[in-house]
């Protein structure tokens, strides 16, 4: 059962280069100590007031999760004819590092949390377009249109991740408006080393891929980092409904689905982190036991 937790936002960070101020919610339980942290960076459109499946379960079991709203979001209201829009790729990145820099005021905003959390243990999730964003201080680059990679933004603050619907390869990968469109996604995944679950569902067919849902495994084949792979059975791109209870555009929506994601993450998060292995054993165990499991745990 998830413990009582609080939310805060908005905990406003001074942002004056970025055009407008970095946003941030703040969720944590509100008793324990020793909490491991993690960054949780939104899809295209979401905002600091999404993923309360996932927020909800991972703040009730012990973890600070801190979530950024990047100048994609729908509740900011930019548009492709805004100058910064073709950086807002690096400009996610640079929200995320700017989290980590001013974490301590980040903290500040519940009352005695800053004692409670644990500094040496911080970990990122992301999802869709923020595992990409995540996935860059995980050790990700970015190939340019010399095919050489881009600068290595890997952050030694970070000790795990979790990325969840992860794009993959770019080149002949990509559909025409996607190469056309963005050319950050390319990414160049032999430098993540840093300790990774990767989820994805398989059916997720994504409409910026000529291929099919395993472009969405990619991560996992080709970096060093991504040691674990949880496939959702079903899922598509919401692996379903990961980014808010009800919510209309879930073209998925199963709360078993929900309910692995998170459970797993959570669980794989405290293994990497070294605070405990039990849980994630025990979720590889149960979904090996079962006769019609809803999910398959893969591991190099």
């Known amino acids: 059962m998830s413990a009582p937790i609080i939310s805060i936002k908005p905990v406003t960070l001074s942002a004056p280069e970025r055009g407008a101020d970095l946003q941030v919610r ?12 993690v960054v949780l960076a939104h899809g295209f459109g979401k905002s600091m007031s999404s993923y309360d499946p996932l927020v909800d379960y991972w703040a009730g079991s012990g973890f600070v999760v801190v979530q950024p709203t990047f100048l994609d979001s729908k509740t900011l209201g930019i548009t492709p004819a805004d100058p910064r829009y073709p950086d807002i790729w690096r400009v996610r990145v640079a929200d995320v590092v700017r989290v980590l820099d001013e974490l301590d005021q980040v903290l500040a905003a519940v009352p005695g949390l800053a004692e409670r959390a644990d500094r040496q243990r911080i970990a990122v999730a992301g999802h869709s377009w923020g595992g990409q964003t995540v996935g860059m201080l995980l050790g990700a680059r970015v190939l340019g249109a010399d095919g050489q990679a881009g600068p290595d933004m890997t952050d030694a603050r970070v000790k795990a991740g979790v990325l969840l ?31 990774v679950l990767v989820v994805a569902g398989d059916r997720d067919q994504s409409q910026l891929s000529t291929r099919g849902p395993d472009w969405f495994t990619d991560v996992y084949t080709h970096s060093p980092g991504a040691r674990s792979l949880l496939t959702v059975f079903g899922g598509e791109h919401m692996l379903g409904g990961i980014h808010g209870y009800n919510a209309a555009d879930t073209t998925d929506e199963s709360p078993e689905r929900v309910a692995l994601v998170r459970q797993a993450a959570w669980a794989y998060l405290c293994h990497a982190l070294g605070i405990d292995s039990a849980a994630w054993e025990k979720v590889q165990a149960e979904l090996a036991g079962t006769a019609d499991p809803i999910g398959r745990i893969d591991n190099k």
């Open 165 to 195: 619907a992860t794009t993959g390869l770019g080149g002949a990968d990509l559909s025409p408006f996607a190469a056309a469109n963005f050319a950050f996604m390319n990414p160049d995944f032999r430098g993540l080393a840093t300790p």
């Open 26 to 37: 703040v969720s944590a339980p509100v008793s324990g100590s020793g909490l491991p942290i």
